[in-house]
């Protein structure tokens, strides 16, 4: 393969970033683009090349090496299964979906097909993570505090349950994928959201949610979302462990142990663009570095969700683990 075909289907900000990102690779062509907005996909085709497409099913017919999904949540699904049916390996910008079943029902296609996939959780390049695992690798996590803390996004979607999940499955995500990374997996969640949404017309989500989390190997945390704020105030986690406490953020990672106190920093940008090439050199064939396959952003997806559901439903959700079988297919169950 000379160069990896690439079209976006979405021409939003996230599209928008990753045409950025991809046009600076010598061995990609973006041919096409298509979205919902046709004036956006034919901007955003003028400003990187290829063409404007009316439709998927026309963005499929140019032949690609590669597709990125790159739609709101709610949008999630008709794209893939299109993608899938086509074989085309696929990039999907998370989250995923906005609820279970979609995510489950793409990632059982995607499996069947034995299709290339990647997820766009970024923070899994970052620099910092190696040093942080080597850090934890002989110490048992003890206790992890997340915590996202923003403002509502400027998009009209995003304040509605039904089209965004709210701030944990459309924000706080990124956190909780490198809580999985980091300390394992999540066996229960208890949260609470205070029910009152954010000052948005339309809007029905909670405005700030709190969850504790209970893992697999015996460790406890938190995790806490807010968009009451006029700005992106915090986003990241701290982990303790025995003589041990990091503070990871996508600009660094702050260690504190028996040596004294340091900080390593890091490049959110680097790993915007490692997300891309990992999944431009596999399509190609000359790498195998794509550490979000669909299959393990469905895991992070569970993780969101139950988040969600238990603040919505105000009970406590259990998941699935290695060792107990799924309930009904969907990873979680749900104590009254």
Not at 205 to 212: G, L, N
Not at 261 to 289: L, S, T, Y
Request: glycine share 10%; charged share 25%; aromatic share 4%.
């Amino acid at each position: 393969m000379q160069e990896c075909r690439v079209g976006l289907i979405g021409a939003g900000g996230v599209a928008q970033r990753h045409a950025r990102v991809l046009a600076g690779f010598d061995d990609v062509e973006l041919v096409g683009v298509t979205d919902v907005a046709p004036e956006a996909a034919a901007a955003l085709a003028a400003q990187h090349g290829g063409r404007a497409c009316a439709d998927v099913a026309e963005l499929l017919a140019t032949e690609l090496d590669a597709v990125y999904v790159c739609v709101p949540p709610f949008a999630h699904g008709p794209a893939e299964e299109a993608v899938i049916e086509a074989g085309v390996p696929m990039f999907v910008e998370k989250p995923v979906a906005v609820d279970l079943s979609t995510a489950e029902r793409i990632a059982d296609l995607v499996a069947r097909r034995g299709l290339r996939t990647a997820v766009g959780h970024h923070w899994r390049y970052l620099s910092l993570l190696d040093q942080a695992r080597d850090l934890l690798a002989d110490r048992p996590v003890r206790m992890v505090s997340g915590a996202w803390l923003d403002k509502v996004p400027p998009v009209a979607w995003w304040s509605r349950r039904d089209r965004s999940g709210g701030p944990v499955v459309e924000q706080a995500a990124h956190v909780l994928d490198l809580i999985r990374v980091l300390a394992g997996e999540v066996t229960e969640v208890t949260a609470y959201g205070n029910g009152t949404p954010p000052p948005v017309d339309g809007a029905d989500i909670d405005s700030v949610t709190t969850a504790a989390l209970r893992f697999a190997d015996g460790a406890v945390g938190t995790l806490s979302a807010a968009c009451v704020l006029g700005w992106k105030h915090r986003a990241g986690l701290e982990i303790l462990a025995d003589g041990l406490a990091l503070a990871i953020t996508e600009e660094g990672l702050s260690i504190r142990d028996a040596d004294g106190e340091r900080h390593v920093p890091a490049d959110p940008e680097a790993a915007r663009v490692a997300v891309d090439r990992a999944f431009v050199d596999a399509v190609r064939g000359i790498g195998d570095d794509v550490r979000v396959p669909y299959a393990e952003a469905l895991a992070t997806q569970r993780l969101a969700l139950a988040v969600a559901d238990s603040a919505r439903t105000g009970t406590t959700v259990r998941l699935a683990t290695a060792t107990a079988p799924a309930v009904l297919g969907s990873g979680v169950t749900v104590d009254a």
